[in-house]
Antibody, heavy 119, light 109 residues
Framework: QVQLVQSGAEVKEPGASVKLSCKTS????????LHWVRQAPGQSLEWMGW????????KYSQKFQGRVTFTRDTSASTVYMELTSLRSEDTAVYYC????????????WGQGTLVTVSS | EIVLTQSPATLSLSPGERATLSCRAS??????LAWYQQKPGQAPRLLIY???NRATGIPARFSGSGSGTDFTLTISSLEPEDFAVYYC???????????FGPGTKVDIK
């Protein structure tokens, strides 16, 4: 079955960077795009962008443009999300999720990674 | 940017009752509207895509309708496991961008 397994929780100081991973299995990695979505405590979901795992093309939400980078390692069927210049407002659970064909939805989702930004 | 509004914010119902959740877009999104369910401590789960298509494994009591700017998720008869938060999500045309609504919490009356 399709699985997305994310890296473990991180604690970072303001101004630092964080790089999260999302390892996929159960399907052909290069056939799908993967999204990153975050959820601050008690808040709604916030889409950050996607990466085409086949050709590496990316699209970032304007809110994160310049501060976020998605990459992928096709040999490891893994995508990465790096967020720089962290601030307290970046404290959230970060999810990766596979794009449904035709971009109609996000399914399935990883288990999420909690990133805490605190001095 | 297209803004999604969900109503009500909270819906208090009993098991067996019908739930009707609304999602309104600030401009037309055609049928590019999906619904997700999220339980505490869990990742969201896709329920409905393209406004009215159930995702794989989703029970028939979940249905979606609408197009343009007004959409509805209906749960015909609430089961105990359906009490959760529900989010709608839209996408724009190529290259696709996405936004989520603020959510509707369905809790036990």
């Amino acid at each position: 079955q399709v699985q997305l397994v994310q890296s473990g929780a991180e604690v970072k100081e303001p101004g630092a960077s964080v790089k999260l991973s999302c390892k996929t299995s159960g399907y052909t990695f290069t056939y799908y795009a993967l999204h990153w979505v975050r959820q601050a405590p008690g808040q709604s979901l916030e889409w950050m962008g996607w990466i085409n795992a086949g050709n590496g093309d990316t699209k970032y939400s304007q809110k994160f443009q310049g501060r976020v980078t998605f990459t992928r390692d096709t040999s490891a069927s893994t995508v990465y999300m790096e967020l720089t210049s962290l601030r307290s407002e970046d404290t959230a659970v970060y999810y990766c999720s596979r794009a449904v064909l035709n971009w109609s939805g996000f399914d399935p989702w990883g288990q999420g990674t909690l990133v805490t930004v605190s001095s | 940017e297209i803004v999604l509004t969900q109503s009500p914010a909270t819906l208090s119902l009993s098991p067996g009752e019908r739930a009707t959740l609304s999602c309104r877009a600030s401009q037309s999104v055609s049928s590019y509207l999906a619904w997700y369910q999220q339980k505490p401590g869990q990742a969201p789960r896709l329920l409905i895509y393209d406004a009215s298509n159930r995702a794989t494994g989703i029970p028939a009591r979940f249905s979606g309708s609408g197009s343009g700017t007004d959409f509805t998720l209906t749960i015909s008869s609430l089961e105990p496991e359906d009490f959760a938060v529900y989010y709608c999500q839209q996408r724009t045309n190529w290259p696709p961008g996405f936004t989520f609504g603020p959510g509707t919490k369905v809790d036990i009356k």
